[in-house]
């Protein structure tokens, strides 16, 4: 299962999360959605830490966080 | 795996119809975050401005009203009057709340009416196309100020935080942004404060959320918040003018 869960239907592509991400691991996705929007992927999710700075910066709500239980 | 952030509760499954980037959607759901973690939500009701924001009421999942342009702490002081049990916020825009409705707001403040305001301060007329708001900075190119507001013939801007903290009234009046990750929780946590004091019956209490408009702004979301920063905030100073429980020291 995903640390990183985007609903791609919400994805607006303003690039906010990407910019904001502390480990600069997002990107833009080469696909277009239903929107017509480059959406927002994650390029390492290995080193992702489950800070969620992405999904509380994006306005649109899109991304979701999981964190692996100790 | 445990879910560490997901959609709140108080927001509906409807998705946002504001532009790319826009500051709009943040705050509508850290309003749903704090109405949510007061459990509120059962008695809480929104009231809608005219503006972009005009459709909030169907991206609340709360009671909501929507009031003509400006209007709105006049609707939610007649709510708050007849149901005080319930939980009363408007959610109104610059050229809502700082123009057409500064008589509104003004007497609301005064009055001391126990609800919560949140204003949503982007320097521009948004839904309309971009005008010239009281907010507008000296300078900014607006549709009806295509050469920069000029202060001699369109004043200057409009400071509705300094102006309620003024007025003896208002328990709570602070004035935040979301233009990083830091700020953004500073701004929760002002909305949390806002709506714990209402639910306590302290009083009136009044958010103002400098935000951007990159469409009417022309820039795309990332730079629109460097430029809230640069130009914005040094006119429009965040901080908190009033705050007569402490409640940010409790
Ligand atoms: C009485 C009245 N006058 C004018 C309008 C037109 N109007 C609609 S939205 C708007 C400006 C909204 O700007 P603001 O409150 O800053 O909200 P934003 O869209 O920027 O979030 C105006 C003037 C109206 N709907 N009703
Ligand atoms: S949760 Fe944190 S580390 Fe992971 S992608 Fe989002 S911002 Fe980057
Ligand atoms: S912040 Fe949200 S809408 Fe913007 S690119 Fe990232 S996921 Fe998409
Ligand atoms: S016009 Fe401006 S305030 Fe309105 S939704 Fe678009 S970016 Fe947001
Ligand atoms: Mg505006």
């Given at each position: 299962m995903s640390k990183w869960v985007i609903n791609e239907n919400l994805c607006k592509g303003c690039g906010i999360c990407i910019s904001r991400c502390p480990l600069k691991i997002l990107a833009f996705a080469d696909h277009l959605t239903a929107k017509g929007v480059h959406p927002a992927a994650i390029t390492d999710e290995a080193k992702c830490t489950s800070c969620a700075i992405c999904a509380r910066?994006?306005?649109?709500v899109a991304i979701e966080i999981f964190k692996e239980e100790k | 795996m445990k879910q560490v952030f997901s959609r709140p509760q108080s927001l509906s499954k409807k998705p946002f119809?504001?532009?790319?980037?826009?500051?709009?959607?943040?705050?509508?759901?850290?309003?749903?975050?704090?109405?949510?973690?007061?459990?509120i939500k059962d008695r809480t009701i929104g009231v809608a401005p005219v503006g972009c924001s005009v459709f909030a009421y169907d991206y609340f999942d709360v009671d909501f009203n929507q009031a003509p342009h400006g209007r709105a702490p006049a609707v939610a002081t007649g709510i708050k009057r007849v149901r005080p049990e319930s939980i009363v916020f408007t959610y109104q825009g610059d050229g809502d709340l700082a123009a057409i409705g500064t008589a509104e707001i003004i007497h609301s403040a005064n009055r001391g009416e126990n609800i919560?305001?949140?204003?949503?301060?982007?320097?521009?007329?948004?839904?309309?196309?971009?005008?010239?708001?009281p907010t507008t900075l000296i300078g900014m190119k607006t549709?009806?100020?295509?050469?920069?507001?000029?202060?001699?013939?369109?004043?200057n801007p409009i400071r509705m935080s300094e102006m309620i903290a003024t007025l003896e009234s208002p328990v709570y009046v602070t004035r935040v942004t979301v233009n990083n990750p830091a700020n953004l929780m500073k701004t929760k946590k002002a909305l949390y404060n806002a709506f714990k004091l209402q639910?306590?019956?302290?009083?009136?209490?009044?958010?103002?959320?400098?935000?951007?408009?990159?469409?009417?702004?022309?820039?795309?979301?990332?730079?629109?918040?460097?430029?809230?920063?640069?130009n914005m905030l040094p006119v429009f100073k965040l901080g908190t003018f009033k705050d007569i429980h402490g409640v940010e020291k409790s």
């Open positions: 910066s994006c306005p649109d | 119809h504001y532009c790319p980037g826009c500051d709009h959607g943040v705050v509508h759901r850290l309003i749903a975050e704090v109405i949510d973690e007061l459990e919560t305001v949140v204003f949503i301060n982007n320097a521009i007329y948004g839904m309309t196309g971009g005008q010239m708001a549709q009806t100020s295509p050469y920069g507001r000029d202060a001699s013939t369109a004043g639910k306590e019956g302290k009083g009136f209490s009044f958010v103002e959320v400098v935000s951007i408009c990159p469409t009417n702004w022309g820039k795309k979301p990332a730079d629109s918040h460097k430029w809230l920063t640069e």
